[in-house]
């Protein structure tokens, strides 16, 4: 990796208090299961309000792909099932009750298809993420290339490094495990320092890249080693999910604590924590909000959504405060600052290292902007999700709509391939 | 859920700091500053035409604008003149496309050139040395904060050391190069936006102002800075184009797929 590579990108700082040094583990008394994001999905369910579920136990399946399980991440009692109309997934929100755990039979993953399965009952296929377009992959699918993200670049990611201390065979497992579903390579990309100390013959290439944003970012590397397109998707995967399919391997639970990393302007001091998928973020920030109306986001600054619970892929919690409401405007001075077309972007270096200087940013922007899809295509649209554009777009204050460009492109071009 | 200082404004602030010492020291060395302020006059008029008929945001690249022709438009040529050919350039180089970040050509290229091949009969101005000394900095400013393209000045400035080196060109062309360089060519929203496309870009407009100097008999070193841009700027769409061909294929060769 050249010089001009591994400094590309920025680094964005955010006002936000210290972070306390203690890393406690919590369990929230109440916690969710959802879908990952993307459109709400069609479900069937396994388990009814008042009944008790394990921790890892199944409490849905997916009514198009039945193997896939969405699984309870906290021991305890089911208490709301919200569905939306044609039992399409909004939530399923559980009261923290007991500490009864369900083991998979791991015999029958040494092979690639049994693998596949145990992946998908024990829970663990939410945590793959495929490219292009977004969400989890099919049953079926089989990717040209998988990335595991070893490194976050994100402003206010957690110490990729801590999230892995003591976890070096379970790691290689879980690496030697994911290469038998690809044709192709595992890449493991990292930074220098995160690189783990031990990652013994695990069959995986590394790649070490700068820890400037958006280098650690999974479609800019994606795009940079291994360009996703429609018919060859590539997966990707975050370390500590790795680790966690190693272990799932050898002891046969799917481990669901994480470690996440609540920051932002709206506390008194941050802090690290390890907690589980669906956690309640209010009891997560309840001891760390400073006073005042604020709002939490469930994932980064730039790429969070506002929620109560933590997303299941995020590894962040923002708190910021609360927006005050503008006080209306002349109607001039409204014409001057709104108008119906947005502004239009010009390009400069900031544009260029948003992206990591890794693909034209000004001609893709432009292609955005104008909804040009075979443009965008041409320029590596196919390798990105929004969150990978999140630090262009909070660059160039767009306030998402480059994201929402995004989104919708890969939207029509999904719905374009699929007819 | 944040915002970045990054706006179309926020680079057309930039620029205008860019541009400071070299429009100091213009007025410093006989500048018309009332002629700036016709200028601008006539840009912020057509700006908020189109603010009240479309609902385009004005923009202060007006400013840039507005500098630029002051600077660089034949002297003596009269209001009615100055703001026909302003007015030509503004709206048909910039306010049609969707205002500034959208048109293709610099708006006050786009004047000068109509002012030029319009009233070829007035005398284009000439600049005292301080004033492209002042060109320096602007570049560095420009380039160090962002808002120019290293590519384009690098381009520019390996070019004309070959051309001086053979003394293709002389000290009045290169002091009328260096303004119009700054003022026109450095542009971000009509400049190439490609890393390649902005090395040709660079490079094509000083080779053109040598062209130009060696062939273009009785042309001011300014009149020939000014077609040699507006001659670059219609063909930075070609040089983009053939750059992002070229990064494709690589990609291609490399990965079998963009």
New interface residues.
């Given amino acids: 990796m050249g010089f001009l590579e591994r400094t590309a990108g920025l680094i ?1 700082r ?1 006002p936000g208090p210290p972070e306390v040094p203690e890393v406690p583990e919590v369990t929230t008394e109440e916690a969710v299961v959802r879908a990952p994001l993307g459109p709400p999905l069609r479900v069937r369910l396994l388990v009814a309000e008042g009944e008790t579920v394990a921790r890892g136990q199944a409490v849905a399946t997916l009514d198009d792909a039945p193997r896939i399980h969405l699984v309870a991440s906290i021991a305890g009692m089911v208490a709301h099932v919200r569905l939306l109309p044609g039992k399409k997934l909004s939530e399923i929100v559980l009261f923290r009750a007991g500490d009864a755990v369900t083991k998979h039979d791991t015999s029958s993953a040494s092979d690639s298809s049994g693998l596949r399965r145990l992946m998908m009952t024990s829970g663990f296929w939410p945590r793959l993420r495929r490219r292009p377009f977004g969400g989890m992959p099919a049953e079926t699918e089989v990717p040209v290339a998988i990335l595991v993200t070893g490194s976050d670049t994100r402003p206010g990611a957690p110490n990729a490094k801590r999230a892995l201390e003591g976890r070096a065979k379970s790691l290689q497992r879980g690496l030697a495990a994911l290469s038998q579903l690809t044709e192709g390579k595992v890449f493991f990309c990292t930074t220098d320092a995160d690189l783990p100390d031990d990652l013994g013959n695990a069959p995986c290439q590394v790649i070490l890249h700068g820890v400037r944003h958006p280098q650690g970012s999974a479609g800019i590397l994606c795009h940079r080693h ?2 996703a ?1 429609v018919e ?1 998707p590539v997966w990707d995967v975050h370390a500590e999910d790795v680790a966690d399919l190693g272990e799932l391997l050898d002891t046969g639970v799917l481990p669901q604590m994480r470690l996440i990393r609540i920051s932002g302007e709206g506390l008194l001091h941050g802090q690290s924590l390890r907690t589980h998928p669906g956690a309640d973020i209010r009891q997560l920030t309840r001891r760390l909000v400073a006073p005042g109306a604020v ?1 939490t ?1 469930s994932g980064g ?2 790429d ?1 959504r506002r929620a109560s619970w933590l997303g299941i892929t995020d590894r962040q919690v ?1 708190v ?1 405060p609360a927006r005050s409401r503008t006080t209306a405007r002349h109607w001039l001075v409204d ?7 947005p ?9 260029t ?1 948003a992206l990591g200087a890794a693909l ?4 893709l922007m432009r292609a955005l902007g104008a909804g040009d899809e075979e443009g965008a ?4 649209l196919l390798s990105l999700l929004e969150e990978d554009l999140a630090l262009a777009d ?6 998402g709509q480059i994201m929402a460009q995004v989104r919708s492109l890969l939207d029509r071009i999904h719905k374009e391939n699929a007819a | ?8 404004e926020t ?2 602030m930039l620029l205008l700091a860019c541009f400071l010492p070299m429009a100091s020291s213009w007025v410093w060395y006989g500048g018309h500053l009332s002629l700036a302020f016709l200028v601008l006059m006539i840009v912020y008029g057509w700006q908020l035409l189109f ?1 009240l008929a479309r ?4 923009s202060l690249s007006g400013v840039i604008t507005a500098l630029a022709v002051a600077m660089l438009s034949p002297e003596q040529l009269g209001p009615l003149r100055l703001a026909l050919g302003v007015s030509f350039g503004v709206v048909m180089g910039e306010l049609v496309f ?5 048109n293709v050509v610099n708006p006050a290229t786009v004047s000068l050139a109509f002012l030029g091949f319009g009233f070829p009969s007035f005398e284009w101005p000439a600049f005292d040395v301080p004033v492209a000394w002042a060109a320096i900095p602007a570049v560095a400013l420009g380039c160090g ?3 120019m393209s ?1 590519g384009l000045a690098l381009g520019a400035s390996f070019v004309a050391i070959a051309a001086s080196l053979l003394g293709a060109i002389d000290g009045s062309v290169v002091i009328a190069a260096a303004i119009v360089f700054v003022l026109l060519v450095a542009d ?2 009509t ?1 190439a ?2 890393r390649s496309g902005a090395w040709a870009q660079g490079g094509l407009f000083v080779a053109l102002l040598t062209l130009f100097h060696q062939a273009w008999t009785g042309a001011a070193p300014v009149q020939m800075a000014v077609a040699a841009s507006l001659l670059t700027s219609l063909a930075v769409p070609l040089l ?1 184009e053939a ?2 061909a070229a ?2 294929a690589l ?1 291609r060769r490399r ?4």
Avoid at chain 2, 1 to 8: H, K, S
Avoid at chain 2, 255 to 258: I, N, Q, V
Wanted: hydrophobic share 45%.
């Fill in positions: 964005p955010f291994c360009p397109g060859s709002e986001y600054i730039l969070g923002a910021v014409a001057l600052v709104h108008t119906p077309r502004v239009p972007i010009i390009p400069t270096a900031a544009l290292q034209p940013a000004a001609p295509q041409r320029l590596g909070y660059v160039l204050g767009e306030k | 859920m944040n915002g970045g200082i990054w706006t179309r680079v057309a603010l609902a385009q945001a004005p969707g205002g500034w970040g959208r904060l962002g808002v290293v971000p929203a400049a936006t490609t983009d750059a992002l990064w494709v990609r990965h079998g797929r963009t």
